[in-house]
């Protein structure tokens, strides 16, 4: 069974961006549900056997806290031996296991994984029944609509696939495979999957603001939605969600306000190990819109280590209104 969420609004997964110190933020802000960035179910097998050799636990490979929960761990990856291994490594420490049917990355989809099983209605049938027979946890799934403009509703099939093998819940990020990010999300098309569905489908695609939540809920009548980019460098987001839900106005964060939240998202990468690269990137968001941002970014793509980062980001804390 499904936790219980205390927001209808959900952090998406977002590989290199969703690391476990924006989950936290984003969870402190009220989302709903935050899951991992994807993990590949080969590395999880291959990672548990290292790390138990030295009394150590998956946790250290896959970083999260206590208070993320309910939190959800998305796989990918098609080989069922594979699948039955890495769902029960990870099974003990998350709340629900994800599946990821949706990556458009070709270094995903030339391995058979992400949105490229969406044309392969049997393995995704024995991928989702080996999942759900390897775990006790609520299993849910993530979904494009299909690969080709011509397969532009695959989904209705898979998504009837997946609810009579037992996955208890949909997110559909309407676009197709080959749209990559082009173009918008679809939003009828969720409309559509939730007409013809009994477990709760979740929406997501091109919502960046409380407003886009409240219409994406009110157009599709969807349960729940689930943010990606407009949640990068941009906590607040879901607070400004919840309480636009619930009184129909919100509150407004300056700038100074997210470079602030910057240095706290700062604070909490100290318990996690996160790349450089990764933080320097948050740290790029993090100034997206402020006056003389580019100037800004360049400064930032140019740092070398936390300690000149930290001391851009302070620089750019005394000018800023
Ligand atoms: C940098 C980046 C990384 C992503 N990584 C993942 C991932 O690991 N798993 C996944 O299911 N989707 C991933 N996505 C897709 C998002 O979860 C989401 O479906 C998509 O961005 C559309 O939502 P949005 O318009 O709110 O961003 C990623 C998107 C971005 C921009």
Redesign the pocket.
Known sequence: MLPKFSSRAFL???????DPALRLQCKKFGAGLV?????SIHSIVAKERHLRENQKTIQEFIQFSENERPLSV?L?GSDLIALEKGAKIVEPFFDII?Y?M??PAPHITQQMA?GALLQETNLTQQIFSTLINSVKKPVTL?I?LGVTDASRYLFKEIAQIAEDEGIEMI?L?P?TVNQG?SGE?DWNMIKELKEISNIPIVG?????TPEDAKKMMDETNCDYV???????GNPFLFEQINDYLKTGSYNHYSFKNRLDSFFEYLFLTKNYKIKFANIKGQAMRFTKGIKGGSKLRAKISLSKNISELEKIMKDALLVIK
Request: charged content about 20%; aromatic content about 8%.
């Open positions: 998406a997964p977002m590989a290199g961006v969703s899951v991992t960035e994807f993990t998305q990918f994800d990821n949706g990556c992400g993530k494009r997110t990020h676009r990010y999300a997501n695609g091109d919502i960046t689930m943010i990606g980019r407009g949640a990068m």
